[in-house]
């Protein structure tokens, strides 16, 4: 079982930024997946971004140029740094790592994006 606890989330204006981070409980190995989801009110959950067990990433093309995922398995985390934000990023965000066949999620953290 690993218990994720993300941080970080706030209000920002237009333009601005926010890194958020993802705190897990247990080690992160180096053969888990970790990425982010989002969902705004009245919307599905929406993937927002993966990072491979290699290390290469991916991104929605919604965010691509953006933001930007990193990790540290030497401290268990996951982040993501959000530039050139948008009010159409408003959503809670959630970490998650997949091990194998299983998937562990964090609570969320809120990220309002509004003048």
């Known amino acids: 079982q690993v218990q994720l606890v993300e941080s970080g989330g706030g209000l920002v204006q237009p333009g601005g930024s926010l890194r958020l981070s993802c705190a897990a409980s247990?080690?992160?190995?180096?053969?888990?997946?970790v990425g982010w989801y989002r969902q705004a009110p009245g919307n599905q959950r929406e993937w927002v971004a993966t990072?491979?067990?290699?290390?290469?990433?991916l991104y929605a093309d919604s965010v691509k140029g953006r933001f930007t995922i990193s990790r540290d398995n030497a401290k268990n985390s996951v982040f993501l740094q959000m530039n050139s934000l948008k009010p159409e990023d408003t959503a809670v965000y959630y970490c998650?790592?997949?091990?194998?066949?299983?998937?562990?999620w964090g609570q969320g953290t809120q990220v309002t994006v509004s003048s």
């Open positions: 998650y790592v997949a091990r194998g066949t299983l998937y562990y």
């Open positions: 247990r080690s992160i190995f180096g053969t888990d997946a």
């Open positions: 990072m491979s067990s290699g290390g290469s990433s």
